[in-house]
């Protein structure tokens, strides 16, 4: 069930939305003539999907695969196919295994599937190559290959997502990759055990809620976790902050917390932030990326990004019982 205002053919037209926006080499840029990341773009494309564009969604994994780097990492940011940030993000790089599980779930053929998993191969073996000894994932390294040696809870907790699908779709095609659960479940415990390995970032909601969207904490842990700080993030009526001293509520953070209060099986709670981020959907049919909730003025005033019309979608789908209920499903 999703809210009364937003019915299947609005959500078909915020599909529409991110299409119009793909480039004819496949790539999904934030906006038209925006920056293209790896992260953002596996997200709008399995938005893609989830909307029956699957011919769409094939043709942006496709230029993942053309544009990866020897190493098995993608640079952190493209614009017209030139790098414009050099950074080897490793959160960037491993959400390909997130976005392939939901691409094989909606149908993919087997040998598009497995052309794909090669180059997960290859991406998370540049990802746990920056594992390190406490199982911590550290956030990235610099093009001559020199590593942050720190976590990021936010990114590490959706590279543990992305490596247990990675694990899901090794099972089904047949080509088994024990070294992924090993490594996710030593991430887990770094997550859970070891605060000190990761930059304190606790006024970004991100970092509150994203070690239950990404499976790292469930059961009555994951309901304590979001209580927690509920009333520092959470504005009724308008959405959830994008940090906890700022009056800024962003369309993105809103569906990612409804994502997470799926996987808490509090679907109605999760409705209700979806509805309350249509104040932000655009006359095209595309998000505006927030807006200050003093006074209601968008901001950024000019940037509808692909990625957070995707995240509307997604959040969609997984209230609805979908196949992105699926994938937050892989790490139980």
């Not at 793909?22 to 953002?40: K, L």
């Not at 950074?87 to 993919?108: E, K, R, V």
Request: proline share 5%; glycine share 10%; charged share 20%.
């Amino acid at each position: 069930m999703i809210p009364a205002s937003l019915t299947g053919s609005d959500l078909t037209a915020t599909v529409d939305a991110i299409a119009r926006v793909q480039r004819p080499d496949g790539s999904i840029p934030w906006y038209a003539g925006g920056q293209v990341d790896p992260w953002n773009h596996v997200e709008a494309a399995m938005a893609l999907d989830v909307g029956g564009r699957h011919d769409e969604a094939s043709r942006a994994y496709d230029w993942l695969v053309r544009m990866q780097r020897a190493d098995g990492s993608w640079h952190a940011a493209y614009r017209d196919g030139a790098v414009i940030d050099a950074t080897l993000d490793t959160n960037l790089c491993a959400y390909l295994g997130t976005g392939l599980w939901l691409h094989q779930q909606c149908g993919a053929p087997d040998p598009e599937v497995r052309s794909i998993f090669a180059c997960l191969e290859r991406a998370l073996g540049f990802v746990l190559s920056l594992q390190g000894d406490d199982g911590t994932v550290w956030w990235a390294c610099d093009a001559a290959g020199r590593p942050w040696r720190r976590g990021l809870v936010t990114g590490s907790s959706c590279v543990h997502l992305s490596l247990a699908c990675a694990a899901r779709i090794a099972d089904t095609i047949g080509i088994p990759h024990p070294e992924w659960e090993v490594a996710r479940r030593r991430l887990g415990w770094a997550l859970r055990t070891a605060p000190g390995s990761f930059q304190d970032k606790r006024r970004w909601a991100m970092d509150w809620y994203y070690p239950v969207l990404g499976g790292v904490i469930s059961g009555s842990q994951a309901h304590a976790r979001i209580a927690s700080r509920w009333d520092d993030f959470v504005v009724p009526g308008r959405g959830v902050r994008c940090v906890s001293d700022r009056p800024w509520v962003t369309a993105a953070e809103t569906c990612e917390l409804a994502l997470a209060l799926v996987r808490c099986d509090d679907r109605d709670r999760a409705v209700e932030l979806l509805e309350w981020a249509q104040h932000l959907r655009g006359d095209d049919a595309a998000y505006w990326t927030g807006a200050n909730f003093t006074d209601g003025c968008i901001f950024p005033p000019d940037e509808q990004p692909t990625w957070t019309t995707a995240a509307v979608v997604l959040a969609a789908d997984a209230i609805s019982g979908g196949l992105v209920a699926t994938v937050l499903d892989a790490t139980r």
